[in-house]
């Protein structure tokens, strides 16, 4: 792991969450509105969370985890500022360009069937990134002041400093997290699924 980062990458606070009680250690990404052309790229293997409140819809939320919505609302209330906790380390990167592969791996990740459906089809060009990471919680949140350079609809964003990793624990044991990345490995399979 690295001392310090200041790579991060914009996710749902919700999704933020679910990550750090370690019920979901899988990531699905296609790109934001103002991404590149070729829209999502991998361009960090370790990176901050940055979690935002923006464009969360309890419909794309698996059901089980829509309580996640308020529950991060209060714990993000300052809109000037921002509260990054959770840090990532990307095991695999994937992009997964079979849709049944990807509904293989219904319930191991935090976003609905159709949610997954329209976001595989998004700028008709069928795949998804799916990205299985190892949270790590440090034993204080950073709060940062929210600025301008952050805004916008775009995966990655680099924070004004590079934040100390010290400290930071996993939040799944090395057996529980070998567990599930064999789970979710297996139940993908290797047929649409390309390697980055």
Not at 8 to 34: D, N
Not at 157 to 168: P, Q, Y
Not at 171 to 184: P, Y
């Amino acid at each position: 792991m690295k001392d310090r980062n200041a790579s991060a990458l914009k996710e749902w606070a919700a999704i933020e969450q679910v990550l750090a009680t370690g019920e979901v250690s899988l990531l699905r990404r296609k790109g934001g509105i103002w991404e590149r052309r070729e829209g999502f790229e991998v361009e960090h293997r370790e990176f901050w969370i940055f979690p935002t409140l923006y464009h969360q819809n309890p419909d794309e939320l698996a059901p089980q985890l829509r309580w996640l919505l308020e529950s991060a609302r209060a714990s993000h209330p300052e809109p000037d500022q921002v509260r990054i906790s959770l840090y990532l380390k990307v095991e695999d990167a994937l992009r997964v360009e079979s849709i049944e592969a990807l509904q293989r791996l219904e319930g191991l990740h935090p976003l609905t069937r159709p949610t997954v459906e329209a976001r595989f089809a998004y700028r008709n060009k069928p795949y998804l990134h799916a990205l299985l990471v190892r949270a790590y919680r440090v034993p204080e949140p950073y709060l940062l002041p929210n600025t301008l350079d952050y805004e916008g609809c775009i995966s990655w964003v680099e924070l004004d400093e590079a934040l100390a990793t010290h400290g930071a624990l996993p939040v799944l044991s090395d057996g529980e997290f070998a567990a599930r990345r064999t789970e979710i490995l297996d139940r993908l399979g290797e047929a649409g699924v390309v390697r980055l």
